[in-house]
């Protein structure tokens, strides 16, 4: 192993933790844009409840709103025009993760005259890359993506239907105010669809490394059976506040950055979805979930041993061998099992895709992701083949 680590956001977690928002804002600025998605953060009352905070410490503030769940390149533009226009400082990202990467993106495409899409990846086209971005001070309102407390952002572009990525230090949050309890008011599928998103966020890296790091195995499988075992509580009971707790740090520790140092992993099942959501406007976990399930039985082939020590440690089961493939597909089996006792989707067909436009998704996927060799990273890498197998065994 051989890494650098530094994740520079501060960090206020707790039942409680948006009062102290305007306190926190008034470090940072003189005038805010709040960045919402869509009217659930009025109709809970949190969007007022923030403002209470932030009129306390006399801090003025302007708005955009109807940030999409994924979220759109001309949101970004509307929002960078806002704070032009009203002269914002700061930026607060008040919603999920789709809310937050919208933040990010809007605070670095203030300093940037061009179009902001030049700054997201998109095949070999040039790319911008933001060094400058105003403060961000992120309050998430879903355990679910981790956007609150790392430098990336996904972003799509609803005219060519591409959907990817920026990630760079200028866009890592100041600040992540982290209260449990603005997440009581999201409902039961969303709630599992934020378990599942942390889920698969930790597996990516844990199937996609380079292996030799204990540490980083022995953290992922914490937060995967914390994930497991307090999110169905969350969904017994909405209002149990340390179900909500436990998930909503499970979900900050799964991209924080931590459990990644070290493992030079790519994250393949992202890289699929994010084409498939960029075509079809699901939700980004359940297309995680509806290809996950048939990425690992694929992967397994040609690194049983890894999906072994997955089913040992998560599940229990005891392999006749360190590459029993027996084990490892009851495993994944099980795996599967869990995420359709939540309620997430294990098939395509369950999110109404077809195999109609597999060929064009193929062609999206490494047009985006490829690497010198022009296959899809991960381990083992995919070929355009190896898509469509992928993509045909998820129906």
Not at 67 to 83: C, K, L, M, Q, W
Not at 214 to 235: C, N, S
Not at 338 to 359: A, N, Y
Request: glycine share 10%; aromatic share 8%; net charge negative.
């Amino acid at each position: 192993m051989n890494f650098e680590f530094q994740n520079p956001t501060r960090l206020i977690f707790g039942a409680g933790s948006l009062s102290r928002l305007g306190e926190v804002v008034s470090e940072y600025g003189q005038k805010a844009l709040i960045v919402t998605g869509g009217g659930s953060i009025k109709r809970s009352g949190i969007f007022d409840r923030a403002v209470v905070s932030l009129k306390g410490a006399g801090i003025p503030f302007a708005q955009c709103a109807g940030v999409e769940p994924n979220p759109r390149i001309s949101s970004v533009v509307r929002g960078a025009e806002t704070v032009r226009t009203e002269g914002c400082d700061v930026i607060i990202a008040l919603g999920g993760g789709s809310t937050i990467d919208a933040a990010k993106v809007i605070a670095a495409a203030v300093f940037y005259d061009g179009d902001p899409w030049d700054m997201i990846r998109h095949g070999d086209e040039k790319l911008y890359v933001p060094l400058k971005a105003l403060p961000i001070i992120a309050v998430p309102t879903l355990a679910a993506t981790g956007s609150e407390a790392n430098s990336t952002a996904v972003i799509s572009n609803e005219e060519t239907l591409i959907k990817s990525s920026i990630s760079n230090n200028c866009l890592y949050p100041r600040v992540a105010v982290v209260d449990p309890e603005l997440t009581v008011s999201v409902p039961k599928d969303q709630t599992a669809y934020g378990v599942c998103d942390t889920i698969i966020h930790v597996t990516e890296t844990y199937f996609n490394g380079i292996g030799g790091t204990p540490i980083q195995d022995r953290f992922a499988e914490g937060v995967i059976l914390t994930a497991m075992e307090w999110g169905p509580k969350a969904l017994a009971d909405g209002t149990d506040i340390e179900a909500r707790a436990q998930i909503q740090w499970a979900a900050l520790v799964a991209l924080n950055g931590w459990l990644q140092v070290g493992t030079d992993s790519s994250r393949p099942v992202h890289k699929i979805e994010h084409t498939l959501s960029a075509h079809h406007d699901v939700t980004h976990a359940a297309g995680l979930s509806a290809v996950n399930q048939s990425w690992m039985r694929f992967a397994a082939k040609t690194r049983p041993e890894r999906f072994v020590q997955f089913a040992q440690r998560i599940f229990g089961l005891i392999p006749k061998s360190p590459d029993d493939m027996d084990c490892a597909m009851e495993g994944i089996d099980r795996f599967e099992e869990f995420m359709k006792s939540i309620g997430c989707p294990t098939s395509l067909s369950e999110i109404g895709i077809g195999d109609e436009l597999f060929s064009r998704y193929a062609d999206d996927i490494l047009f985006l992701a490829k690497d010198r060799y022009g296959n899809l990273p991960g381990r083992p890498t995919m070929n355009r083949d190896d898509i469509l197998e992928l993509l045909r065994a998820s129906l």
